[in-house]
């Protein structure tokens, strides 16, 4: 999903989706002739008391401005909090949002690299657990600058190969396709939607222990979890890439589940509305509209609509 606005998933009755509170915020504020239905993501890990009670107080001032909120978890844990607070919501992952043509999986491509690791230089990430990597490529995004200096920002990580400036889906793409393993290295953040880009792209991944939601997709055929130190991640990359595991396996189990995943949200959406408004939308319209070309949805928010 992308931030600063909402995707908008039905004119009539208005249904969006969003994980922008700044995009609830206009959305409230405007007038509206009819409730508008809001289902309400989660960018960061939610599993916490006091994170999911602003949630809380947050709809409880959204319905008070009109919208009808639905909070969309990312993980079991998340979603224990959310019940035991009593907030209208469902287990979601965000993933389903994610344009799944944009990444393939090419078996013939040339392996330059034991390792990608897709992630912003910031401490979170936890960069230095790829420091015994040997042929590492970073593939990352330095938010407000335009350029990236991996060395500077990590030591630890000199011989890595890593992009200077921004690289579109189709060069990540490329990349994915010259590595062996997809890396996940954070301990806390939200779903990872790199996590998932290896996938679709036909690659393992080598993770950390994590909070967030990422590890709804792993598989255990190819997806392995070890502790958070380099030398341990090191040994991770080495048994992922030794299983000579098929791409297109990979990337069919992953297409499998999002697939199941949008249409319960499909579903769940429509009960949703029905159960607040008494209209009836039909399901099977509402996963063609809203995953044909997921992007196609997206209002910014400086755009009216």
Not at 112 to 133: G, I, M, N, S, W
């Amino acid at each position: 999903m992308r931030f600063h606005g909402h995707y908008q998933l039905n004119e009539s009755p208005p249904v969006v989706s969003t994980w922008d509170d700044a995009a609830l915020r206009r959305l409230a504020g405007r007038p509206n002739r009819e409730p508008v239905y809001c289902l309400v993501h989660l960018p960061w890990d939610h599993a916490v008391a006091h994170r999911m009670l602003r949630k809380k107080l947050l709809f409880a001032w959204l319905r008070y401005k009109g919208l009808r909120p639905l909070l969309v978890t990312n993980s079991p844990a998340e979603d224990a909090y959310r019940r035991r607070l009593g907030i209208p919501g469902f287990m979601g992952i965000s993933y389903v949002y994610t344009d799944e043509k944009a990444y393939s999986a090419e078996p013939g491509a040339a392996r330059r690299y034991d390792a990608v690791y897709t992630a912003q230089l910031q401490p979170f990430k936890r960069l230095e657990l790829a420091a015994e990597v040997e042929r590492l490529f970073v593939l990352t995004y330095t938010p407000g600058r335009p350029e990236n200096d991996l060395p500077a920002f990590c030591p630890a990580l000199r011989h890595a190969a890593y992009n200077r400036t921004w690289v579109d889906a189709a060069g990540k793409n490329r990349i994915y396709n010259e590595s062996r393993v997809g890396l996940c290295l954070s301990a806390v953040e939200g779903p990872m939607l790199a996590s998932l880009e290896y996938q679709l792209a036909g690659l393992p991944v080598v993770s950390t222990p994590s909070k967030g939601g990422r590890d709804t997709y792993y598989h255990p055929d190819s997806c392995l979890v070890v502790p958070p130190n380099p030398r341990a991640v090191q040994a991770g990359v080495r048994e992922m890439a030794g299983r000579h595991l098929d791409p297109h396996a990979i990337r069919q189990r992953t297409l499998a589940r999002l697939a199941a995943d949008r249409r319960q949200y499909a579903d769940r959406l429509a009960a949703f509305v029905q159960k607040e408004g008494g209209t009836r939308l039909d399901p099977g319209q509402l996963y063609a509209r809203l995953f044909a070309n997921p992007e196609s949805n997206f209002v910014p928010l400086d755009t009216k609509r």
